[in-house]
């Protein structure tokens, strides 16, 4: 459908063009400001005048440029505006209370075994609570709650539930409406979304992908997942999971408690199956700081699971090299550093034996920045993006100017 638009959603769009110049490259001057927006003087000076009154940014220091009166220089404030992020998986919930550049000043971390829908209502609501009284922000300060659940999942828009889950990874939950439960227990906007789809949009906006326009973001959760960004925007595909690496098929099953589903690469991944078989083999690991001990330890029977691990992706990154072509691919998540990057490592040095020789390009390797609470972070950056993001459907006149309608499909209700 073609769209037209109007100055009115001109406006609004110039104002997140502003705040994102200054948030990516500021501190900056107004002058600075208009020569990289290609915005007139006047227009810079009207709609950062507005920013400072609402407290969004704020003078950083005087720039001295010759002779004069030195520039006056803008920048984002952190304690403009919060959001909450929190990520809940089959074996654990991270939460983490951001501020307006991204930084965490709270962090709620728990072990979980499998909640149910209630159970997991419950924890949500009091994560989030706990974290805005640790931090003693006021309310009406924080922009919302990301929500990050492990796909992939359908989104649906009817008359009576709204943003119904049912995610594969967490059994037994069936048309639970999240979002309408949870924004009325906090008295706040709830934003649902794929973890793995989280995890890209925290590194496209907080990270390394802040200056890389198209990427893909492999994430290591309770399984495998991806997220893909194109030409700096968050693409999720007709349903919305584009990019779920876990169910590519495999030869074999790795997770006998899975066998009734059919072979797929996730579960190799799977962080409680790789705790079961390490203690199998008597090495008592049941989390990440242990496993991070393991592999310091050079542990043969890790070291061979990460060997085998690299193997296993190594055909679907290069497919994603082809597919998507990529300027960088990002490897995060749950799993530790050290173990990411002697993946990253050994596929650096598989990939060049598949690859046909006539391919004399091919996208960085980069383990993501987020580390461990990537997923996290990356739903808490969504009630930040929706509100400052300078996303191209702002420009149209749509019904509904809002995350969901802007850049993820809503599967309607048959």
Do not use: C
């Not at 060997?307 to 990002?330: C, M, N, R, S, W």
Request: overall charge negative; aromatic content about 8%.
């Amino acid at each position: 459908m073609l769209t037209g638009t109007n100055l009115e959603y001109t406006k609004s769009y110039n104002v997140r063009i502003v705040l994102e110049t200054i948030r990516l490259y500021g501190p900056l001057s107004r002058v600075e400001i208009a020569r990289r927006t290609y915005l007139t003087a006047q227009t810079v000076t009207n709609i950062t005048r507005s920013l400072m009154q609402s407290g969004m940014i704020v003078e950083a220091e005087r720039l001295q440029e010759g002779r004069g009166a030195p520039s006056i220089l803008l920048k984002i404030n952190p304690e403009g505006a919060y959001s909450i992020g929190l990520d809940l998986d089959k074996d654990h919930l991270t939460g983490v209370l951001v501020d307006l550049l991204g930084t965490p000043r709270q962090q709620i971390d728990m072990e979980l075994k499998f909640p149910s829908s209630d159970e997991a209502m419950d924890i949500l609501e009091n994560t989030a609570k706990e974290l805005i009284t640790r931090e003693g922000v006021e309310l009406e300060k924080i922009w919302g709650v990301g929500i990050g659940l492990p796909g992939p999942f359908s989104v649906s828009d009817g008359a009576v539930l709204k943003d119904v889950v049912t995610p594969i990874g967490l059994p037994g939950w069936s048309n639970v409406p999240v979002r309408e439960i949870l924004s009325k227990r906090l008295s706040l906007p709830v934003f649902l979304e794929n973890n793995a789809n989280a995890a890209a949009i925290g590194e496209l906006w907080y990270g390394a992908g802040r200056h890389i326009g198209t990427f893909f973001y492999v994430y290591f959760g309770a399984g495998l997942g991806g997220g893909v960004i194109i030409n700096g925007q968050p693409y999720f595909g007709y349903t919305g999971n584009a990019g779920e690496l876990g169910y590519y098929p495999a030869s074999e099953p790795f997770d006998q408690e899975q066998n009734s589903q059919k072979p797929h690469l996730g579960q190799f991944f799977r962080l409680p199956s790789l705790y079961k078989k390490l203690q199998a083999e008597g090495y008592e690991v049941s989390n990440l700081v242990e496993l991070e001990k393991l592999y310091e330890q050079k542990n043969d029977f890790l070291m061979g699971w990460i060997e085998k691990g690299a193997t296993h992706l190594a055909p679907l990154v290069l497919a994603i090299e082809y597919l998507v072509d990529p300027q960088a691919i990002f490897f995060g998540g749950r799993l530790p550093d050290p173990i990411i990057n002697d993946l990253l490592e050994k596929l650096k040095t598989i990939l060049p034996t598949l690859r046909i020789k006539e391919k004399t390009s091919y996208p960085d390797l980069l383990n993501a920045a987020a580390g461990a609470e990537a997923a996290a972070l990356g739903v808490a950056t969504i009630p930040v993006y929706e509100s400052m993001a300078p996303l191209p459907g702002l420009l149209m006149k749509t019904s509904k100017n809002s995350y969901r309608s802007l850049v993820r499909p809503v599967i309607s209700e048959m």
